[in-house]
Nanobody
């Protein structure tokens, strides 16, 4: 079984910083893309950022220049450094991974349980 476990969420004042971590564990052969999505109440889940095994990154326009995604392939861990936080960043943040459990198998997308990020004065 594959599990994605997130940590680092919480409450922060506007302008502050938080660092989210997500570690994939279990029977994993390889991980292609890892990323972060977020969902605020009443809104659709949206991509925040993702990163391939080779280090290519994508960012939502709303976070570009403020957030940085990175990963440690040896640890199967992805990070999201969030700086200059705004109230609009308040959401549940979900870790995502596109991975294979065995060689030759199709890749499947796995999700973490989500972690709450609240930005408020």
């Amino acid at each position: 079984q594959v599990q994605l476990v997130e940590s680092g969420g919480g409450l922060m004042q506007p302008g502050g910083s938080l660092r989210l971590s997500c570690t994939a564990s279990g029977n994993i052969f390889s991980i292609y893309t890892m990323g972060w999505y977020r969902q605020a109440p009443g809104k659709q889940r949206e991509l925040v950022a993702d990163i391939t095994s080779g280090g290519s990154t994508n960012y939502a326009d709303s976070v570009k220049g403020r957030f940085t995604i990175s990963r440690d392939n040896a640890k199967n861990t992805v990070y999201l450094q969030m700086n200059s936080l705004k109230p609009e960043d308040t959401a549940v943040y979900y870790c995502n991974a596109d991975l294979k459990v065995v060689r030759g198998a199709d890749g499947y997308i796995y999700w973490g349980q989500g972690t709450q990020v609240t930005v408020s004065s």
